[in-house]
């Protein structure tokens, strides 16, 4: 891990650069007697974690905590006990050291670190990972689970505490309800035409008045869902 420490005080800079130096895996790239100078320095280079102190002349650990764009995890250095509470309000502030610190504590600090950099590659991995768009549902008929691929079907029509799908070859009876189907189903193919008909518009052969017809299916169209199923249709005017 590279780190930086920021400390006015030459002294606390030289003991948390001894136990950096006494800990595997743990680089110091610069000390900062000054955090403008600090500042400058990241806007520049990357580090994983910045050893900072708290009480400095005219720049706070606070205030370099907040001037940082994209701040690394920040290990609090300080005499002080009493603002720990206001420390860990900043998410990236991971530990808060009080000195005089001794190396066993300062071993637990950057165990802290490690485990809320794994923590950070996975959370990045997860958001850069591209979703899988699922093209199939699986239905439940007599205990059995049956996988049924959405371009397959051409409509759903609610039965009072049951559905009816039907699909191009059979139709499957299932107890759920429309609106908890229709939460399931891709929106870029769907649409409820009616309070107790979805359909494929994809499957829409012709449509005429207030009705549709999909296979040898005719399907209301109620008023308030026909803006809806137009604006998925690929009109020539």
């Known amino acids: 891990m590279n780190c930086i420490i920021v400390d006015d005080e030459a002294t606390a800079r030289a003991i948390v650069s001894k136990m950096c130096s006494d800990t595997q895996n743990m680089n110091v790239l610069e000390e900062f007697s000054s955090a403008i100078d600090a500042i400058k320095f990241l806007n520049k280079q990357s580090v994983d974690v910045v050893f900072l102190d708290i009480h400095m002349p005219t720049f706070t650990g606070f205030d370099f905590v907040e001037t940082l764009k994209e701040s690394p995890k920040i290990v609090l250095v300080t005499s002080d006990k009493e603002l720990a509470t ?98 399931k189903l891709p929106q870029n193919t769907f649409v409820q035409t009616h309070r107790s008909y979805i359909i494929n518009f994809t499957k829409i052969i012709d449509i005429e008045d207030n009705s549709v017809l999909i296979a040898k299916n005719v399907v209301p169209i109620s008023r308030s869902s026909r803006p809806e199923l137009m604006q998925h249709l690929n009109l020539l005017k």
């Open 86 to 183: 206001q420390a860990f309000e900043y998410e990236n502030i991971v530990d808060y050291l009080v000195k005089p610190i001794t190396q066993e504590r300062f071993n637990k600090s950057v165990s802290k670190i490690t485990t809320a950099l794994n923590n950070q590659i996975i959370l990045n991995s997860a958001e850069n990972k591209p979703v899988k768009q699922n093209n199939e549902l699986f239905i439940n008929i007599d205990h059995r689970l049956i996988k049924l691929k959405f371009d397959e079907i051409l409509l759903i029509k609610a039965l009072g505490d049951y559905i009816n799908i039907k699909t191009e070859k059979e139709d499957y009876k299932v107890h759920t309800t429309l609106k908890k189907i229709k939460e």
